[in-house]
């Protein structure tokens, strides 16, 4: 039985290529945890997971401090056991995003180092639904953007064979996002979908008046319209409009999405692995939804998401947006519109290592043995 010999922990930050604004904030660094888990055979596997722009220093050192060090001398194949653990050795700071995020990174690592030794693909390790799967595009729809600029985008996408994109909501008056987002569906036609993203901007009565204006656009979804944390609002609005509310963003904890699932709080999923706090809890989600036969459409991280879309029978689009270009030398694989699972075992990501090493932040690498 091979056990955990070493640790390795660094942190890059990752500008993104794009300005990126929402309703609430504006996405200008990508601080990126990296997690190499090693054992006593000498196979390895490393893990990541993001913020955007603050707490990554915190991340860190929930890491070194308090997690790395758990991990020496365990059975690396008891992924299960180590997750609950660890979970519960930093129950007092739970449930919550930090937690979450150093949680994810080690998950992530585990399940990479457990693919690669059985030499095969995370998506087939995982449940092996299907090995592709439909896109739609973010990075052209930030709220920021012209509608000249939204339309060409879209366009674009379409071009492609993208099944949608995703426009940005939440101007100062509701006529702006209308206006926007009529630009695009007349450009575009009706074969074609449009998902928006309120970024939790909106009060109940508020989002409650916009889904009613923007009703007559077909809207794939709405994401996020009220505060993650606002079950109750989300009801109000899922029961007032025929526009499916998409969640799951800023939910932290698989208790969460349980109670949005079973009190009709949303009709689509987009669990995000790194915010959840990893694959393990990831999947559970993922299998939950099934049950209340709800798809899944992760937030973001395009590069390890298409593989998990891919492990489940409702996974339904992998989010388009280019994250980890400067660091890898794999890209995630497109035909048609289509985003193809990786066949190479482990989560189907190629570390640039040379390029991590230079933009490694000195101060949060730690070898833990």
């Not at 945890?33 to 390895?44: F, H, K, M, N, Y």
């Not at 794999?330 to 048609?336: G, H, N, Q, T, Y």
């Amino acid at each position: 039985m091979a056990r955990i010999e070493r640790i390795e922990l660094r942190m890059v930050d990752l500008r993104p290529k794009v300005l990126r604004t929402d309703a609430i904030q504006s996405f200008v660094s990508q601080e990126t945890p990296l997690v190499t888990i090693t054992d006593s055979d000498g196979a390895s596997g490393t893990g990541y997971s993001y913020t955007i722009g603050t707490g990554g220093s915190s991340v860190m050192r929930l890491l070194a401090d308090h997690l790395a060090p758990r991990l020496i001398g365990r059975d690396a194949d008891q992924i299960e056991a180590i997750w609950h653990e660890l979970e519960f050795a930093t129950h007092a700071t739970t449930i919550g995003a930090i937690t979450s995020i150093a949680l994810a990174a080690i998950d992530t690592a585990l399940w990479d180092l457990r693919a690669r030794k059985q030499s095969l693909p995370l998506w087939k390790l995982a449940g092996g639904a299907k090995d592709r799967c439909p896109l739609y595009t973010t990075e052209g729809g930030w709220l920021h953007i012209s509608v000249e600029a939204l339309v060409e985008d879209a366009l674009e996408a379409q071009s492609k064979g993208f099944s949608g994109s995703k426009v940005k909501i939440g101007k100062r008056h509701g006529s702006e996002d209308l206006a926007r987002l009529s630009a695009v569906r007349k450009a575009v036609g009706d074969g074609y979908e449009i998902m928006t993203d309120a970024n939790q901007g909106f009060t109940v009565d508020e989002a409650i008046r916009r889904a009613e204006r923007l009703k007559e656009l077909d809207l794939a979804w709405i994401e996020e319209p009220l505060p993650a944390d606002d079950i109750d609002g989300h009801v109000r609005l899922n029961r007032s409009t025929a526009t499916p509310v998409a969640i799951g963003e800023s939910l932290y904890s698989i208790r969460h999405f349980r109670e949005y699932m079973q009190k009709g709080a949303c009709s689509i999923v987009q669990v995000d692995v790194g915010r959840i706090g990893g694959i393990t809890p990831w999947l559970k989600v993922a299998h939950a939804a099934e049950a209340f036969d709800m798809p899944l459409c992760p937030h973001f991280l395009m590069e390890l998401h298409v593989s998990l879309t891919c492990a489940v029978p409702n996974g339904k689009y992998v989010e388009y947006i280019p994250q980890l270009d400067d660091i890898t030398t794999s890209r995630l694989a497109v035909e048609d519109g289509m985003a193809l699972a990786p066949m190479t075992p482990g989560l189907g990501i190629e570390w640039d290592w040379d390029a991590i090493t230079s933009r490694v932040l000195a101060e949060f690498s730690r070898d833990i043995r």
